[in-house]
């Protein structure tokens, strides 16, 4: 090979390099793990610059391929179980209560901070499940890792003020645990009402950083909450053909706070269910919109 084409290949390699850098400098402060697998999906509607999405989502491809038992534990190129190693469960005693957790990453001076809350029925062994959920956890779990931030997913007692409560006081236990950087808030299903509960919360909410709602019941009345005031921004993912909680009453408060002017994302997933958006929500994207905005 020839000084001149070795010089070319070498330019060329750098180039790449460097495109593929400020690429992943555009996309946030996460960098990527298993994109190609989590966050290759198909966009079908593109509406509000990208802020609102409308997702393939097939079941046959999306579960039934991607399983080794449908819904219940994925093929192994999904996840690292090398993260383990930085789980723990603990019992914390915030606010004269006790709460239940399963903490990933760092204890104190996290980077970042996401609480997830389960639905109904759920506890804080879901939130750390490796195998369902097409391995979405196991991938939130290395996110979080390897950007020196921290994981909790709590027990939630109730789905009423006191359970709100809790996790309240659980959202300053880690923000000042982290030193004050940013804690976001993720409510699943019927855990949303624990997220509308915090959103009116005047103290909880000078904590958070952002709120994420999967598949859960709508908030009319959100644009008049502490929440809101502060610009809170808001991540939303729902299933079109979601038949506990529908998609159109979300999709028209979305409608609402964007015609405010407010920071907020909306990844609907055609055809989905009830669970479709904690088994194909993309957290990298969450997370990166959540750390970027404001």
């Given amino acids: 090979m020839s000084t001149d084409h070795l010089h070319l290949r070498v330019l060329a390699a750098l180039c790449l390099c460097l495109l593929a850098t400020a690429t992943a400098a555009a996309d ?3 960098r990527s793990f298993k994109d190609v697998l989590f966050s290759s999906q198909t966009v079908l509607k593109t509406e509000d610059e990208g802020a609102f999405k409308v997702l393939d989502y097939q079941e046959l491809r999306d579960i039934n391929q991607r399983d080794e038992e449908p819904e219940r534990r994925v093929k192994p190129d999904y996840v690292d179980l090398g993260v383990r190693e930085f789980q723990a469960n603990e ?10 957790v399963a903490r990933v990453g760092r204890m104190r001076d996290a980077t970042f901070t996401i609480i997830f809350i389960h639905g109904r029925g759920g506890d804080r062994r879901l939130g750390v499940n490796d ?5 979405n956890f196991n991938r939130l779990k290395n996110l979080v890792v390897q950007s020196g931030g921290a994981y909790y997913a709590p027990t939630v007692k109730s789905f009423d003020p006191n359970g709100a409560a809790d996790i309240a006081a659980l959202i300053r236990h880690v923000f000042e645990l982290s030193s004050g950087r940013p804690v976001i ?18 103290e909880a909410v000078r904590y958070l950083k952002g709120l994420v709602v999967m598949g859960g019941p709508s908030d009319p009345g959100f644009l008049t909450t502490p929440a809101a005031k502060l610009k809170i921004p808001v991540y939303f993912s729902h299933g079109s053909a979601d038949s506990v909680y529908k998609a159109e009453e979300q999709i028209a408060l979305y409608r609402k706070m964007r015609k ?10 055609q055809t989905g269910g009830h669970g479709t958006p904690i088994r194909m929500s993309d957290w990298r994207e969450i997370l990166n919109f959540m750390l970027a905005a404001g």
């Avoid at 019992?91 to 239940?100: E, G, P, Q, V």
């Avoid at 808030?185 to 005047?202: E, H, P, T, W």
């Avoid at 405010?260 to 997933?269: D, M, Q, V």
């Fill in 131 to 135: 195998y369902t959920f097409g391995g």
């Fill in 260 to 269: 405010a002017g407010y920071p907020t994302i909306f990844r609907l997933f």
């Fill in 185 to 202: 808030l993720a409510c699943a299903s019927m855990g949303n009402f624990i997220c509308q509960s915090v959103s009116r919360d005047k």
């Fill in 28 to 30: 946030g402060p996460i």
């Fill in 91 to 100: 019992t914390l005693t915030i606010a004269s209560s006790r709460l239940d």
